[in-house]
């Protein structure tokens, strides 16, 4: 397992959906930071700290994931 902080790295918006540049969460993954179930955990983290669904952002383009252990 580790842990990771997931930052936007830019402001982005869909439909209703908007965020800033700079939001973050530290989520703990376990296996692959590309796997189906990291990017599950990711989103629920971001739907528990801002009420967020961020599912359609989980990409490179939008997010910089910083490995912290």
């Not at 908007?18 to 930071?33: H, L, T």
Request: proline share 0%.
């Amino acid at each position: 397992m580790a842990l990771y902080k997931v930052t936007a790295k830019r402001t982005g918006t869909w439909g209703k959906t908007r965020f800033e540049k700079g939001m973050s969460v530290e989520v703990v993954i376990q296996g692959a930071i590309s796997s189906t179930q990291s990017k599950e955990t990711i989103k629920n983290a971001w739907m528990n700290k801002y009420g967020i669904d961020l599912a359609q952002f989980t990409n490179d383009t939008y997010l910089d994931y910083e490995k912290l252990n």
